[in-house]
């Protein structure tokens, strides 16, 4: 594979002024495999922290992290992706991890050795952490902040090899490194479940059992104190906040606009829908005309960063598959991942699962890959975005060959020429 020579450059806003205009900008990213725990594994990312480890699990005989035989092993990486390691289990035979912090602890769900399955916390050494489950039979972790912090699910359900037989009961959150889970309470009647959650404590999630039973959604104080409804158009998930209280999801719109539309937010209920005029993979209308059918692609978050970069994944009914997307700043600029590389053997990028501040994303490929991309320079460099510099954004048009490579070796470089939005201030 020959990858193409390339220039980065950056633009500086005027004596670091936060009215100044996007300058149009040349972005190049690169592409990373990060191997496999064992040969012949399928392997599911699930988050990425500020230095580029990723969390995640590794599985046989499925497709886009679901198992037919149960099989799951939690991982996570070292920086950048690099080093592959087993998280354990809590004595019986499957773990998934759903989220990693800073300081390398990462958080989910695993078998016990009498079968049923409890949310845990591991830090970067040491056993597995059996954070409880208020008294229900199963717990499930889904998220983590700087602190420890966790938020997550308890319930019922049969044992089971698989977390998503979990039968919600309530949601929970704990205080700094997984001690002391409690209920993240009720609103008019109903119980509260966490999606995202900021290094403030802050909670974003549905009130309600689950997507067919839900009344509405909700934003938390400090260590989920004080939740209150969100007001705007009919939600349907809130998944992520950061620190300034901008908000991802996914909504229900009003009747002509029917389906599951990705947007950017704030915690005072304020929606806009992300644009995906132009985006390649992004088949706007419905699938029959008139209606019919339904929409031809829905639209999902899954995270935001500090500054309103958005990823998630398009579903187009069109065509029958996912596909991944970013934004720039503030949610403005979808780019459709896969015009940034093309994978070998017919491989595509199907889904972002995590971002995180220095523009490093990661991405789940169709054939079970899992891949780092990161902004080049060296994300160190593109930290200096937050005393002055604006946002490397938007989609190359131009693609290249791109072999799947080994653990622990770029494998491709990409060109990125869209005007950039400017950084807030």
């Known amino acids: 594979m020959k990858t193409p020579s390339f220039l980065a450059s950056l633009a500086l806003a005027a004596a670091f002024a936060c009215t100044a205009s996007a300058q149009a900008q040349t972005t190049q990213y690169q592409l990373f495999d990060i191997g496999q725990l064992n040969?012949?594994?399928?392997?599911?990312?699930?988050?990425?922290?500020?230095?580029?480890?990723?969390?995640?699990?590794?599985?046989?005989?499925?497709?886009?992290?679901?198992?037919?035989?149960?099989d799951y092993r939690a991982f996570s990486t070292g920086a950048d992706g690099s080093g592959v390691t087993a998280l354990g289990t809590l004595g019986g035979s499957w773990s998934k991890a759903y989220g990693i912090n800073d300081a390398g602890q990462v958080v989910g769900t695993a078998q016990t050795a009498g079968g049923?399955?409890?949310?845990?916390?591991?830090?970067?050494?040491g056993p597995m952490q059996d954070l409880g489950t208020l008294g229900a039979v199963n717990s499930v972790a889904t998220a983590i902040n700087a602190s420890g912090q966790v938020i997550g699910s308890t319930g019922g359900?049969?044992?089971?090899?698989?977390?998503?037989?979990?039968?919600?009961?309530?949601?929970?959150?704990?205080?700094?490194?997984?001690?002391?889970?409690?209920?993240?309470g009720s609103l008019?009647?109903?119980?509260?479940?966490?999606n995202g959650l900021n290094d403030a404590g802050r909670v974003v999630g549905h009130i309600g059992y689950s997507e067919l039973n839900q009344a509405g959604t909700f934003v938390t104080g400090a260590n989920g104190s004080a939740p209150v409804a969100l007001n705007a158009?009919?939600?349907?998930?809130?998944?992520?906040?950061?620190?300034?209280?901008?908000?991802a999801g996914t909504y229900i719109?009003?009747?002509?606009?029917?389906?599951?539309?990705?947007?950017?937010?704030?915690?005072?209920?304020?929606?806009?829908?992300l644009d995906f005029t132009g985006v390649q993979w992004?088949?706007?209308?419905?699938?029959g005309g008139e209606g019919q059918y339904g929409p031809s692609s829905f639209s999902f978050t899954t995270g935001i960063n500090e500054y309103g970069q958005v990823a998630g994944w398009?579903?187009?009914?069109?065509?029958?598959r996912d596909f991944a997307f970013i934004t720039g700043a503030n949610g403005q600029g979808v780019i459709d991942v896969n015009s940034l590389f093309t994978l070998a053997d017919g491989d595509w990028f199907r889904n972002v699962t995590g971002i995180n501040d220095q523009g490093q994303f990661v991405v789940n490929s169709g054939y079970g890959h899992v891949y780092l991309i990161s902004p080049v320079p060296e994300p160190a460099t593109l930290a200096l975005w937050g005393v002055g510099l604006l946002l490397v954004g938007g989609a190359a048009r131009r693609r290249i060959n791109a072999a799947s490579g080994s653990a622990g070796r770029p494998t491709a470089t990409a060109r990125n020429l869209r005007a950039a939005a400017p950084m807030p201030c």
């Open 282 to 287: 992004y088949t706007p209308g419905n699938e």
């Open 116 to 125: 049923s399955f409890h949310a845990f916390l591991r830090g970067g050494t």
């Open 233 to 247: 158009a009919v939600h349907y998930q809130e998944s992520s906040i950061n620190n300034a209280g901008q908000i």
């Open 314 to 320: 398009i579903q187009n009914i069109h065509f029958r």
């Open 188 to 194: 008019n009647g109903q119980p509260l479940f966490g």
């Open 253 to 273: 719109g009003p009747q002509d606009y029917t389906g599951r539309n990705a947007y950017i937010g704030n915690d005072s209920g304020t929606v806009k829908p």
């Open 39 to 70: 040969t012949g594994d399928l392997m599911y990312a699930t988050g990425i922290n500020n230095s580029g480890q990723v969390s995640g699990y590794a599985y046989t005989n499925g497709f886009n992290g679901w198992s037919s035989v149960g």
């Open 157 to 184: 359900g049969p044992f089971s090899s698989d977390p998503d037989s979990l039968d919600p009961q309530q949601g929970f959150i704990t205080d700094a490194n997984g001690q002391a889970m409690r209920s993240l």
